[in-house]
């Protein structure tokens, strides 16, 4: 058995062709206004950033597209990406599977980004593009209360032989792990961190961070 969630199908969405008219607004019914609230904040951040689901990334519009912002442009796409990269395990060696994907590059491209925090995000997303100019506030709201959720209680990361993270990348983690209170495990191994990147990373962590963290794998830098 499997479920599929695909983004703005799978939720109630207002009438396209009623875009810029005073109907476009009133075009869901009360009970698909329900059900599209609901998804949009309590379950929808679920499909994204679990570690037992798999993100496949459509950031390549499609040839004869007349949409003017792209993936790495869009708010909401951002939203999803960063939720995506936050806590999943890069790869899975018995399985040989990544748990995200990108189908609209090839080669290194493909990398995955590292993790991004609440703190982060939000200046990051300040400079992307949004159809309702007040989505920024509620993108924000949203990541930050899952990160602070999933961050707070995952005991295991996982990012074994993830690309090697640049300065931003070591700060941007270190921001999250400070808001992981209940980690165990936390897997660094083959990602050539350097002197440099170790630094910055742990420049994020304060006095009592990481207080539960048994295990720390280096081995392969």
Not at 122 to 147: I, Q
Request: hydrophobic share 35%; charged share 30%; proline share 3%.
């Amino acid at each position: 058995e499997m479920g599929i969630f695909w983004d703005w199908l799978s939720l109630y969405q207002k009438n396209p062709k009623l875009f810029g008219t005073v109907e476009y607004e009133a075009s869901r019914t009360e009970e698909q206004k329900k059900a599209f609230n609901y998804a949009l904040k309590e379950t929808m951040d679920l499909w994204y950033a679990h570690q037992g689901t798999t993100v496949y990334k459509v950031t390549k519009l499609p040839e004869g597209s007349k949409r003017e912002v792209g993936y790495q442009d869009s708010g909401w796409t951002t939203y999803e990406e960063c939720s995506s990269e936050q806590i999943k395990k890069f790869y899975m060696y018995d399985a040989k599977w990544k748990l995200v994907v990108d189908l609209g590059t090839v080669g290194l491209e493909r990398a995955r980004g590292w993790p991004v925090g609440p703190g982060d995000f939000d200046l990051l997303v300040s400079a992307k593009k949004f159809t309702n100019g007040a989505d920024t506030d509620v993108v924000k709201a949203l990541y930050r209360k899952m990160s602070i959720n999933q961050l707070g209680g995952i005991k295991k990361l996982d990012f074994d032989g993830m690309k090697p993270p640049n300065e931003q990348d070591a700060h941007r983690l270190g921001g999250c792990l400070k808001l992981c209170s209940y980690l165990e495990t936390l897997d660094l191994r083959n990602v050539q961190l350097t002197d440099e990147n170790c630094r910055a990373l742990f420049s994020e962590l304060g006095k009592g961070a990481l207080a539960k963290l048994e295990g720390l794998d280096l081995s392969g830098n």
